[in-house]
């Protein structure tokens, strides 16, 4: 004689057929990745960030795309790079950048946008869309725009920081969410645009087995890009001091 059927399981086989009976399959969020440039870790702290970003959408399970809105080149080591990680190239059709940002609103469920400029250009490209926008900042720049402005003296610069003030306070009210490595800046966000979804998110760092003891250690490391300006016054500052 045959074993028994369990009716516990029958019960369980019955409903999960119910369940799955007519369900649409799951997808996986698709998000586009945005920025001015491939990014380049060994330039800029943005590019180490957004890298470090794309690996976790990827892990979470999201279909990855980036796109440069500077349309440079996208062959070479820096391209290769980001393909290894599983993200894919954007506007690789012949598509405009307003083209691709566009059917990606449409069609996507996230634009991860990097830097105030790219994000400027998600969110002009993007409208009539239902993808999420995320304003990813390296930094404000109207915070450093102010303080060089005291500093040197100077109007002008004075006037460009108020500028770069309401163009940056006004992408982070549209934006659905704000991200910064920064928690001095996303306490400011959170005061000067009421409203915004503004979150303090680092990027993943790689660790040192084993460091030498703080006894050991001598001299001063700086790391830097010196393509920017506020780096180039912080070396020279830190040499003349």
């Known amino acids: ?13 019955r409903l999960e ?7 649409t399959p799951v997808t996986r969020p698709r998000t586009l990745v945005v920025d001015e440039n491939f ?12 890298v470090s970003h794309i690996k976790s959408l990827i892990r979470l399970g999201h279909e990855t795309h980036f796109l440069a809105t500077s349309r440079k080149p996208v062959s070479g080591p820096l391209a290769e790079r980001l393909l290894a ?25 996230f634009i991860y946008a990097q830097r105030r ?17 995320v304003y990813g900042l390296a930094d404000l720049h109207h915070i ?22 309401r163009q940056e306070l006004a992408l982070a009210r549209q934006a659905y969410a704000v991200i910064t490595p920064s928690t001095f800046e996303a306490d400011l966000l959170r005061k000067d645009a009421p409203g915004a979804n503004v979150h ?10 084993n460091p030498p ?29």
């Open 200 to 209: 303090a998110i680092p990027w993943a760092v790689g660790t040192v087995a």
């Open 39 to 50: 990014p380049n870790a060994g330039r800029d702290a943005g590019s180490v960030a957004i």
């Open 213 to 241: 003891p703080w006894r050991l250690r001598d001299g001063v490391l700086f790391v830097g890009g010196y393509a920017h300006a506020p780096n180039v016054d912080a070396r020279s500052e830190e040499h003349t001091s």
């Open 117 to 133: 400029d790219a994000t400027q250009t998600v969110v002009d490209s993007a409208r009539g869309g239902a993808a999420r926008i």
């Open 85 to 109: 990680t599983g993200c894919k190239l954007a506007g690789q059709g012949g598509e405009t950048v307003v083209q691709t940002i566009a059917t990606a609103a449409r069609d996507f469920q």
């Open 144 to 165: 450093r725009l102010a303080r060089q402005a005291v500093v040197q003296k100077n109007s002008k610069l004075l006037e460009l920081a108020a500028a770069s003030s």
């Open 1 to 13: 004689m045959g074993r028994a059927a369990d009716p516990l399981e029958e019960r369980k086989s």
């Open 17 to 23: 057929g119910r369940l799955t009976q007519g369900a």
